[in-house]
C-alpha cells in the first residue's frame, strides 16, 4: 500500500525524487498583498530538506513572500501517466549578494551545462543581489495514475469495484 497523502516520507518515493531533480519548472501558489491567489512557475533545486527558489529582489513575489508565508508548490509531468508532486510548506527568505548556489545549478539542470553557464554569466552583471526562498515541506502528496489517483477518482474507483 502506497504511502499515506500528507507523509513527508513520500520525499523518498521514486517519483518524488525523479520530479525534484527534473528540469520541469515549479508551479509556486501564493496568496498576493491583496489577498488574492497567484501562481507563478518557478524554477527550483531540492537541497534534500527544503526546495530554493531564487528571484531578483525586487520581484512581485517578494513583496508577499516573508518567513512564516503558507505557500504551495507543485511539480508534475505533461504526459500520461501523469505524475504529480504536491507540497505545502512555509517559506524563509534570505537576501544575498550575487547568484545563489541552488539558482546556479538549477539552471544547469534545466538548461544543460553549457546554456546554464551562459544564462548566468548574463544575469551576473545585472543581477548583483539575489533572494533564495525556502519552502519547508509540512504537506506532501503524489498522483501518480497508476498507485495514486486524486481522491475523488479513489471513492469512485472504489465503489465501482464494491459489490452491490
Known sequence: MPTSQGSLELLDDPVAKRLLA??????????????TPRVVPIGF???GRQLVLGTP???????????????AVSIDTDTMPYQVLLIRGTVSTELIDGIGPEYEAMAK????????????????????????????????????????FPSAVERAM?????PD
Not at 517578494?62 to 503558507?70: E, I, M, N, V
Not at 553557464?117 to 503524489?142: D, H, K, Q, S, Y
Not at 472504489?158 to 464494491?162: H, L, S
Open 109 to 148: 539542470r534545466s538548461l544543460g551545462e553549457e546554456a546554464g553557464t551562459a544564462w548566468l554569466e548574463n544575469l551576473r552583471p545585472i543581477l548583483p543581489r539575489m533572494v533564495r526562498i525556502f519552502v519547508t515541506p509540512e504537506w506532501v502528496g503524489i498522483l501518480d495514475f497508476e498507485q495514486r
Open 158 to 162: 472504489e465503489r465501482a469495484g464494491a
Open 45 to 47: 533545486h531540492w537541497n
Open 22 to 35: 527534473s528540469a520541469v519548472p515549479a508551479r509556486l501558489a501564493y496568496t498576493w498583498t491583496d489577498g
Open 57 to 71: 529582489p525586487d520581484a512581485p513575489k517578494t513583496k508577499a513572500l516573508r518567513d512564516g508565508t503558507p505557500v
